[in-house]
């Protein structure tokens, strides 16, 4: 992603989260990451600020535990899910890089194109 947000010049940086997706209560007997969850945050240089525009967690084996999920090799299955703001993104190289399409990136640009 790291390597996305470099290539389409929009600044940005992962960090982790801090709002958990576990709900308040007892979690069943699972291996979970001790960092389970990651931010990844887009620059909005009129405001010299960032926002979040996409998540990643990992679940470690809470939902396979949850939902009696099994591998082939009858192990409980690890599970992680990753989210992304595409408005959030939109905003991100609107205002990184203005309106116009022709003054983006060159890799941007182009999938700008093959989108339309």
């Given at each position: 992603?790291?390597?996305?947000?470099?290539?389409w010049?929009l600044?940005?940086?992962?960090?982790?989260?801090?709002?958990?997706?576990?709900?308040?209560?007892?979690r069943?007997?699972?291996?979970v990451?001790?960092?389970?969850?990651?931010?990844?945050?887009l620059?909005?240089?009129?405001?010299?600020?960032?926002?979040?525009?996409?998540?990643?967690?990992?679940?470690?084996?809470?939902f396979?535990?949850?939902?009696?999920?099994?591998?082939?090799?009858?192990?409980?299955a690890?599970?992680?899910?990753?989210?992304?703001?595409?408005?959030?993104w939109?905003?991100?190289?609107?205002?990184?890089?203005?309106?116009?399409?022709?003054?983006?990136?060159?890799?941007?640009?182009?999938?700008?194109?093959?989108?339309?």
């Open positions: 992603m790291l390597e996305l947000v470099d290539r010049g600044g940005g940086f992962l960090v982790p989260g801090h709002d958990p997706f576990f709900l308040r209560g007892d069943p007997d699972a291996v990451d001790p960092q389970p969850k990651f931010e990844l945050r620059d909005l240089p009129y405001k010299d600020a960032d926002f979040a525009c996409a998540s990643f967690n990992v679940h470690g084996t809470f396979g535990s949850v939902g009696e999920i099994t591998g082939p090799t009858g192990d409980v690890w599970t992680g899910c990753t989210a992304f703001g595409l408005e959030r939109a905003w991100a190289i609107l205002a990184r890089h203005g309106l116009d399409p022709d003054a983006w990136p060159a890799d941007l640009l182009r999938r700008y194109k093959q989108a339309a």
